[in-house]
């Protein structure tokens, strides 16, 4: 199974810019779709974006469309959240997950794996 581990959160201001990181071991990240996840307190844990194996379909909650940019480079087992333009409710924990099914998919419970999350907050 794949291990997973996002950093890159911190504390910003309206309209700046973050950069997240999903580092992977124990298997090689080509064999998942790859998604970011986000968890804003007192609310349940929703889709953000979303990468198929080889990056050729990719899919974003509409309010972050624009704004965020999802990437993978598999030679480097690392899937990355480009956040741009970030306002303060997009404040929460995000989570990378990866997805072992053949279906490339933006349901939260069809991944399998996920990281432990990392905070992010927008100041306003």
């Known amino acids: 199974q794949v291990q997973l581990v996002e950093s890159g959160g911190g504390l910003v201001q309206t309209g700046g810019s973050l950069r997240l990181s999903c580092a992977a071991s124990?298997?090689?990240?080509?064999?998942?779709?790859m998604g970011w996840f986000r968890q804003a307190p007192g609310k349940e844990r929703e889709f953000v974006a979303a990468?198929?194996?080889?990056?050729?379909?990719?899919s974003y909650l509409d309010s972050v469309e624009g704004r965020f940019t999802i990437s993978r480079d598999n030679a480097k087992n690392t899937v990355y959240l480009q956040m741009n333009s970030l306002k303060p409710e997009d404040t929460a924990v995000y989570y990378c997950?990866?997805?072992?099914?053949?279906?490339?998919?933006?349901?939260?419970?069809?991944?399998?794996?996920w990281g432990p999350g990392t905070q992010v907050t927008v100041s306003s």
């Open positions: 990468i198929s194996r080889t990056g050729g379909r990719i």
């Open positions: 124990g298997r090689m990240l080509s064999s998942y779709v």
């Open positions: 997950a990866a997805d072992s099914g053949a279906v490339f998919t933006t349901t939260l419970s069809r991944y399998d794996y």
